[in-house]
C-alpha cells in the first residue's frame, strides 16, 4: 500500500510538471564501450529518445536539444510512446483503462542503475506512470559493455480496481532523427526455403515485419534486421549499421515508420494484432526483449556483436564447448525402421568418425503406431513392433560404439488418430463449435494451460526416463496456430492465448532445464521456423532448414549468420540427388557447405560408395581440426551468394587471430575466363599465416602452403581454382 501510494505521489510530482512545475532535464546514459543510448527526462516529466549509435561520453548538451517544432504539433521522441495526449506516432503502449478511458501518457517516476553480478552488465530501469489512471511502466535496458549490445524491454503493471486491455504492448520503441536514408535488410522465405535476404529503402509510412502464427514463426519472416544509417548499399565492411533481434518464439511486429520530421521510429515486440492482452489488477506484463546493437564498420561488424553477445550471453550452451558431429535418421530412414537399421547406421556413422547418433521421427505410438504422419503423435510409448528391445538397447549400442545418442519429440503437437487426442480432446487448440483445421494431419495443443504445460514437460520427462544413455533431444514442432480458441481460457480472456502460449512453452523450459541442464536440445520447427533467441536462451541450437541441399544452404546459411551465430547453426550433408530439390551435388562441396555450420549427416551411409564413405571420413577430421572457429570465431563474409560473380566465402577467425578457416564456393558457372579473388579482412596485418588446403588428395594451389601476411591476405587476397559451378576449398590458415 505504502508503495502504492509513493508511486502515485511521485506520478503526480511529475504531472505537476506538465502544469509548469519545472524540474530540471536530466539525461540518462546507457553505454557500452562504443555504443550509447542517451534519453532526456523532459522539464514536464517526458521522457524522450535523443540518441542511439556511436558512444557519447559527454551526453550534458542534450539535455538542452531542441527540435525548432512547434511544441502544439504532437509529441516528442518518447522512449516509450502511448495513445493519448498529444501522440501521433504508432504507440508502443495502448490501453483501454478499467473505467474505459482510452488515454494514457507516461511521466518519469525515478531511474536507476540495478545491481549486477557481471561486470561486464549494466542494467538500468526507468520508470514511467500514468499520472491520472495508476497504470507504470518499468523500461529496463540492460548493457553489454564488450559486446556493444543493448537489450530493452518493458513491464507494465496495473495498479487498478480492475481489469486493463493492452491492445498494444511493445518491449521498446527507439526513434532515430538526422539521417538522409534508411536501408532495411531483412530475412523472407518459406518453409526449406528460410532467410533469404531482402534489402528496402525505407520510404515514409511505415513497414512491417511480423508474424500472428504463434509456432513456425519464423520462415516466412524473421524477428530480426539491420538497418544501414544514410546509405542505400548494404556494406559487409563500412558504415554505420543497426541491428535488432527480438527474444521471442510467438507472434511478433517489428514496425518501422517514417515520419513527416523524417523521423524513424521503430516499434519491436510481441505481435498485438487480434491479441488484445487483459491485465487484471494488480498483474504485470514482461515483454520480451529486443536486443540491439549497433556498428560502424558495417553489417560484419553489427553480425559480429551479435554472435558475441549471444554466445557469451544469448544462447543455451553458448559456453559448452565442442558441439558432436552427427547422424541423423530422418532423410536416411523417414518412418521406415527396425532396430537393425538403426544398428546399421550407427556402425556407419561411428566408422566415419561421428560423435551422435539421432533417432528422428518414426519411434513411438502402439495402438496408433507412427509409421506415417497421419497417426500417434501424442502417443509418446515406444513402437514394440520397431524397436522391442525399448530405447535403451539402442542408446546402449550408440555408447557403445563410442557415440552420443539423441531422439526426436514433438511434444505441443497431437494427431487425431492418437490416443492423446481420444483422451483429451479439450486441450486442443480450437475455436468452440467450428471445425479444427490439421495442418500436416495435426493439431496444436493448448500450452496456455497449465494441465498441458505439464504433459509438454512430462514428455521431455519420460522420453528421458527411456534411457539413461540419451545426451539430445531434437524438439520439434510442425504446424503453425490457426482458428484458435482455448478451453482453458475464460471467454473474456480468450485474446491472451497468444500471448500465454509462448510464455507456456517458456515455463516448460525453464522447469526443463531446472531438471537437465546438460542435455543438448535442438529446436526444430519444420526446419527454421523456431530461430529466435527467445528459443534460444533454452535451445543449444537450430535446425535451419528441412533444405538440406547445399545450394539452398547457401543463402539460408548467409542469411543466418546476419544475426545467429554458426554455433547454433544445424547443416547436414544429405544424399544426392537431393531429396528436397533433386538437385545433384558432389559430396565435396555438400561438406565443404555443411561445414560452416554444425556438421552433421541425415542419410543412409549404406547407400554410400567406398569412396564416399572415405572422403566422409576425411572431411569429419578435417572438420574437428577446424570447428572450434566456426563456434567461436569471429565471422567475415567474404562476398555474398548473392553476387552475380556466383563465388563467395566464408571465414572465421579465432580471438587472438592466429588461426582461421576460409570457406570458398562456386555457385554459378561463368566459362573459365573469370577468377574468383577473395580478399580476406580480419586477420592480422603483421603476422605471417601458412595457408594449408584441406579435403584435397594433393595441391592444387600456387599458394597452398604458401605463408603470407595478414597484409597480402587482405590487400590482394587469394584466388581459389574454383571455376567450374560447385568447386569448393576449405583453407586453414595458421599464424607461423
Ligand atoms: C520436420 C523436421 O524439420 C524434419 O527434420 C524431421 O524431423 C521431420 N519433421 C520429422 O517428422
Known sequence: MKKLLLTLLAAMCAAAGATGADRAPEIISVNTDRVSLILCVERDGRVHMRHFGGRIDDAAPLAAYSTHRRPDHGAGEEIYPAMGGRNFRLPALRATHADGDLNTEL?????????SADADVERTVVRLADPVRPLEVELLFTAYRRENVIATRSR??????????????????LSLHGYGSYLLTQLRGGWADEAQIEHLPLGHGTHSISTRKLVKATHSENPAFMLSLDTDRFDEEHGEVIAGALAWSGNYRIDFSVDEYDVLTILAGANPDASEYVLDAGRTLTTPEMIYTFSDCGAGGASRNLHDWARR??????DRGHVPTLLNSWEG???DFDEATLRGMIDDAAAMG???FVLDDGWFGNKYPRNHDRAGLGDWEVNRAKLPGGIDRIASYAHRQGLKFGIWIEPEMVNPQSELAERHPEWVVRAEGREAPLIRHQWLLDLSNPEVQDF???????????SKKIDYIKWDANRHAESVGSAYLPADRQSNFWVDYAEGLYRVMERIRAKYPDVLIQACSSGGGRVDYG???????????????ALSRSRIQYGTSLFYPAAVMGAHVSASPNHQSGNVIPLKFRFDMASAGRLGMELQPRQMSDSERAFARRAIASYKEFRDLVEEGDLYRIGSPYDPSGTFG???VSKDKRRAVFLAYCIRYRGHTPVPQFRLRGLDDETRYTVRELNVDRPRCWFDGETLTGAYLRHEGINPPLQRLYDSAVYILEAE
Open 107 to 115: 511521466r518519469y517516476v525515478s531511474h536507476e542503475t540495478l545491481p
Open 156 to 173: 507494465i503493471t496495473n495498479r487498478q480496481q480492475g481489469p486493463v486491455t493492452l491492445h498494444a504492448f511493445y518491449s521498446s520503441a
Open 313 to 318: 550471453y544469448g544462447i543455451r550452451g553458448g
Open 333 to 335: 530412414a523417414y518412418f
Open 354 to 356: 561421428l560423435e551422435m
Open 456 to 466: 509438454v514437460f512430462g514428455v521431455f520427462d519420460h522420453t528421458l526416463a527411456l
Open 535 to 549: 528459443a534460444l536462451k533454452y535451445f543449444d541450437e537450430v535446425w535451419t532448414s528441412d533444405d538440406t541441399e
Open 650 to 652: 566464408t571465414l572465421y
